[in-house]
């Protein structure tokens, strides 16, 4: 129950369509139609979606008290398939097979008819069967969503592509609705229209920040070469301007190095600490990748010599301060994904269990409002005239990592 208690994860999806009227029984009917039971059949290879309300994956008490809040509706996703492991089917087998041994008529020893092979693994797939209809080896999952209607924006803990898909699915089958994730790239893109600037938009490429790593100068298998000046970052392959979300947070980084975490937004002042989490990958895709645990992971020297070498952050573990209130999270650049958001706790014990969702729920919308106004600042720049020099400013911060401060060095 992420939206309710605990730690938040979640990507955003726009939503188009018409908004639900939580006061017409007929959205609450539509979600009962396309919810599912406890242990509905299900075979091995199917998946089946459908609504919960939300508090858990059997919660079908669908009406405005349990999942209507302010602005929106808090339900949630369900999605169950069934695997059964090799291991027990094969073992299955086996003993079927060992059941129908028979031993030889001469005295030396025992074998298994040819039609008992047949026999012995029609057996242990009807056990199989049986086992799957009591509820054995299904693979339920469960994902709170919560609707803002006001920003016409779902946010969800869904990640994998199959699933985004079977949600879109049950958007449209159930209530009208379409949906499409935001990444880093989308994002953008949303920023600059609302400024009339979408040709500023194509015309966006990534640059480097440091050095190409020297494995560039090798040719790939099919003779090409790639381009020092071009970073290709392998990971945006089918979004190609999610790297914005890469270059945001380097700038975040710069921020927390040469601002001393303080950027001043539209919406005020948000400051930012870099923390316990760095994933650098190489923009090239040459190098690989570097994964870094624990405190101050920017500062260790390994750090330094990565990032000058062409890498770039993927992910890294951000706490954010703004309107008096503190959040710790992680986020990946790219796919703009937070995970493990950690909400501040309420300077007054709430009243009932709706009013610690209702608060919980305005924290999540100052935290939300204050990262997308970080976003929307940096894109600002990114597309202004002040970027060639802010690029400067971050390559000469690139080339001087390790030798302006003192670097943390971790022995294996």
Not at 186 to 199: F, S, Y
Not at 243 to 249: I, K, P, Q, R
Request: proline fraction near 5%.
């Amino acid at each position: 129950m992420p939206f309710r208690s605990g730690a938040i994860t979640y990507r955003r999806f726009s939503v188009t369509g018409d908004v639900p009227n939580l006061l017409d029984s007929k959205v609450f009917d539509a979600l009962r139609e396309h919810a599912l039971g406890e242990l509905e059949p299900i075979k091995p290879g199917e998946t089946h979606v459908g609504w919960t309300a939300g508090r858990h994956l059997f919660d079908r008490a669908f009406d405005y008290e349990r999942v209507g809040f302010g602005s929106g509706m808090m339900i949630g996703f369900r999605a169950d398939s069934v695997r059964v492991p090799p291991e027990i089917k094969k073992a299955y087998i086996a003993m079927a097979e060992d059941a129908r041994v028979q031993a030889s008529k001469d005295g030396s020893g025992s074998y298994l008819p040819k039609t008992a092979k047949k026999e012995a693994r029609e057996d242990a797939l009807r056990r199989i069967d049986d086992e799957i209809t009591e509820g054995r080896y299904r693979r339920p999952k469960h994902a709170p969503l919560w609707w803002d209607f006001s920003k016409s924006t779902l946010y969800a803990a869904i990640s994998a592509d199959t699933e985004v898909q079977a949600l879109r699915r049950l958007m449209v089958d159930s209530l009208g609705m379409t949906i499409a994730p935001r990444t880093a790239g989308t994002l953008a893109l949303d920023i600059i229209a609302a400024k009339g600037r979408t040709n500023d938009y194509d015309d966006l490429r990534a640059e480097p920040l440091s050095s190409a790593p020297p494995e560039i100068e090798l040719a790939r298998e099919d003779g090409s070469r790639a381009s020092p000046d071009r970073p290709e970052l392998p990971w945006t392959a089918n979004e190609p301007q999610d790297f914005l979300g890469n270059l945001f947070l380097f700038w975040l980084w710069w921020h927390c190095d040469a601002r001393e975490g303080l950027v001043e937004t539209a919406d005020g002042e948000v400051s930012i600490l870099i923390d316990k989490t760095l994933d650098l990958e190489c923009a090239w895709g040459f190098t690989g990748r570097t994964s870094l645990r624990g405190d101050a992971p920017t500062r260790r020297a390994e750090t330094a010599r990565a990032v000058q070498l062409g890498k770039w952050p993927r992910k890294i573990g951000l706490t954010l301060s703004s309107f008096g209130r503190v959040w710790e999270c992680t986020l990946q650049g790219d796919r703009f994904e937070v995970s493990g958001l950690k909400l501040p706790k309420p300077e007054d014990k709430p009243q009932s269990l709706r009013a610690a969702v209702e608060e919980r729920l305005d924290s999540f919308a100052t935290f939300d409002a204050a990262l997308m106004s970080l976003y929307q600042t940096f894109i600002e720049e990114r597309c202004s005239r002040s970027w060639d020099s802010r690029r400067a400013e971050m390559r000469a911060w690139v080339s001087e990592l390790g030798a302006t401060r003192k670097m943390i060095t971790v022995g294996v």
